[in-house]
C-alpha cells in the first residue's frame, strides 16, 4: 500500500519536475505516518524536514526514530536524539550514540542502565568512549544473567572479576563457568570446576579437562564416563592427556555405531582396530563401508578374512553386479519363450 503511493509521488514529481514539496506534504503530515514522512522527508526536494521528524517523533517508536536519523539528511539530531532517550528503548540508544557524533553519550547510557538489560549494558561498556563503567557494571550484576557478566569480566578493562564470577557460579551454568575458567585471567578454576562437574555435562566436563590448566581430569572424566555419551568419549579419549583408553572404548563400542567406531580408530593412539573393525564393516552404506575398508587395509588387516570370520558377505564389485543382472533378464527372456 505504502509503496504505492511512494511510487505515484515518485512519477508526479518525475514528470513535474517544477513542483515544489507543498504539492502532497499537507495530505503526508496529515496522515501520521512514519513510513511515509521518512520518504518524504528523504526524497523529495524542499520537503519541512523538522515536520515530518515531529510526526516521527509523536508516534514513539525508537526504531523509526533511529532510522529517520540514518536516512534523512540535515535532520535534527539532539532533536532525535532527545526522543530516542525518551523512549527508553536500550539498542536504539546504544545504536545511536554508536553512530552519531555529539550524541548524548550520558543520557543515552543512563537509558540503558535504566532499562536493566544486560545485553546492551554490556556493549555500551565495550563500545562507547566515556561511557560510566561502574555504572553498567552494577546494571549487570543485578540481571544476574551469567553470559553477559562472564563476557563483563573479560572484555571490560577494570571490571571487578570476583563480582562477575560470583554470579556465574549462582547460575550453575557449566557452559558460563567453563568459559569464565578458560578466557578470564585470576578466576577460581576451583569452584568453576565443582559447578561443571555437579552438573553432569558430559561436553562441559570434556572441555574443562582438555582446556583448563590445573583441572582435575580423574573427576571430570568420571562424569563423561557416567553420562556415556560415545560421541563425548570419543573427544575426551582423543584430546585429553592421561585419559582412561579402555573405558572410553567400551562405551564406544557397546554404541554399536560404524561412524563413531572409525573415528576412534582413527583417532585415538592404542585404539583396539580390530574390535572397531568387527562394527564398521558391518555398515550398511556402501560408499563409507569401502572408506573403512581402505582404512583397515592401510592399517595391515586382512578384510576379506575378518569378513569371513565375521560372516558378513563381500559387497559385489559393480561388473558382478551387472553380470548377475544379465543372468537373471537371460532367465525371464528365456522362461517367457518357453511359455
Not at 508526479?12 to 513510513?35: D, M, R
Not at 516521527?56 to 517508536?61: C, E, Y
Not at 536493566?116 to 550484576?141: C, F, M, Q, R, S
Not at 550398511?284 to 575398508?293: A, C, H, L
Request: charged share 30%; net charge negative.
Amino acid at each position: 500500500m505504502y509503496e504505492e503511493i511512494m511510487k505515484k509521488i515518485r512519477e508526479y514529481y518525475k514528470e513535474h519536475p517544477e513542483a515544489t514539496a507543498e504539492v502532497f506534504e499537507g495530505e503526508i503530515l496529515s496522515s501520521k505516518n512514519s513510513i511515509l514522512s521518512i520518504f518524504f522527508a528523504k526524497e523529495i526536494k524542499g520537503a519541512n524536514i523538522d515536520k515530518h521528524a515531529q510526526v516521527v517523533i509523536d508516534n514513539k517508536n525508537p526504531k523509526k526514530i533511529l532510522e529517520f536519523a540514518y536516512e534523512v539528511e540535515n535532520a535534527n539530531l539532539k532533536q532525535l536524539g532527545d526522543a530516542i532517550i525518551k523512549g527508553k528503548d536500550p539498542e536504539c540508544n546504544f545504536e545511536f550514540a554508536l553512530e552519531f557524533e555529539g550524541a548524548n553519550i550520558k543520557e543515552h547510557g543512563q537509558a540503558i542502565i535504566d532499562s536493566g538489560d544486560p545485553e546492551w549494558n554490556y556493549a555500551y561498556a565495550k563500545e562507547i568512549p566515556g561511557a560510566d563503567i561502574k555504572k553498567h557494571a552494577k546494571a549487570v550484576l543485578k540481571s544476574k544473567n551469567a553470559k553477559y557478566n562472564r563476557l563483563f569480566a573479560q572484555n571490560i578493562k577494570g571490571a571487578n572479576i570476583e563480582e562477575h564470577e560470583k554470579v556465574v557460579l549462582a547460575s550453575n551454568d557449566p557452559e558460563e563457568c567453563y568459559y569464565f575458567a578458560k578466557e578470564i585471567p585470576g578466576a577460581d578454576i576451583t569452584k568453576l570446576a565443582q559447578v561443571v562437574i555437579k552438573s553432569k555435562n558430559a561436553k562441559y566436563n570434556r572441555l574443562f579437562a582438555e582446556n583448563i590448566k590445573g583441572a582435575n581430569i580423574e573427576e571430570h572424566e568420571k562424569v563423561v564416563l557416567a553420562e556415556e555419551d560415545p560421541e563425548e568419549c570419543c573427544l575426551f579419549a582423543q584430546n585429553v592427556k592421561g585419559a582412561n583408553i579402555k573405558a572410553h572404548e567400551k562405551i564406544v563400542l557397546a554404541s554399536n555405531d560404524p561412524e563413531l567406531s572409525y573415528y576412534f580408530a582413527q583417532n585415538v593412539e592404542g585404539a583396539n582396530i580390530l574390535k572397531h573393525a568387527a562394527i564398521m564393516l558391518k555398515s550398511s552404506d556402501s560408499f563409507t563401508k569401502k572408506i573403512y575398508k581402505n582404512f583397515l587395509e592401510e592399517k595391515g588387516i586382512d578384510v576379506s578374512k575378518l569378513m569371513s570370520e565375521l560372516y558378513i558377505p563381500e559387497e559385489d564389485n559393480e561388473q558382478v553386479k551387472q553380470e548377475k543382472e544379465i543372468k537373471v533378464l537371460l532367465r525371464k527372456i528365456s522362461y517367457r519363450s518357453i511359455v
